[in-house]
C-alpha cells in the first residue's frame, strides 16, 4: 500500500528557505508521477510542482519557477521541495501526492492536481512579511 509522509513545514519570514520531505513507500515500480501540491486559505489547490519517476523530468508551476526544486533521493525513497525566497503568498498547507503504475503527462497533472491519486496529511507552511 502505498504511503506518503510529510514533514518540514513551518513558520518563516519572507526571503527564508524551508526544505519539505515526502517520505514514500509502497511503490512497485518507477511508473509513477510524484508531486506537491498545496492549499492555501481559502483557495483551491494548486499544483506546485512534480516528477516522472522514470526520468526524473520535472515541471513547475508559474508562480514558484526559479524559487522551488524538487527532486527524489533514490536511495531513501524520499521527495523533497526546496522552497527558496519564500513569500507571505506561498503560506498553504503543501500536500505529497501520488499517482501510480502510469507514465506521467505532466504538462496535464500538474494544472489538474485532482487527477493525483495518493496523499499525504500535508504539512503546514507559514510566511510573514
Known amino acids: 500500500q502505498v504511503q506518503l509522509v510529510e514533514s518540514g513545514g513551518g513558520s518563516v519570514q519572507a526571503g527564508e528557505s524551508l526544505r519539505l520531505s515526502c517520505a514514500t513507500s509502497?511503490?512497485?515500480?518507477?511508473?509513477?508521477?510524484l508531486g506537491w501540491v498545496r492549499q492555501g486559505p481559502g483557495k483551491q489547490r494548486e499544483g506546485v510542482a512534480a516528477?516522472?519517476?522514470?526520468?526524473?523530468?520535472?515541471i513547475y508551476a508559474d508562480s514558484v519557477k526559479g524559487r522551488f526544486t524538487i527532486s527524489l533521493d533514490d536511495a531513501t525513497n524520499t521527495l523533497y521541495l526546496q522552497m527558496n525566497s519564500l513569500m507571505p503568498e506561498d503560506t498553504a498547507k503543501y500536500y505529497c501526492a501520488a499517482v501510480i503504475n502510469t507514465r506521467c503527462g505532466l504538462d496535464f497533472l500538474l494544472p489538474h492536481p485532482q487527477l493525483f491519486e495518493r496523499w499525504g496529511q500535508g504539512t503546514q507552511v507559514s510566511v510573514s512579511s
Open positions: 516528477l516522472a519517476e522514470v526520468d526524473g523530468s520535472t
Open positions: 509502497g511503490f512497485t515500480n518507477r511508473d509513477n508521477c
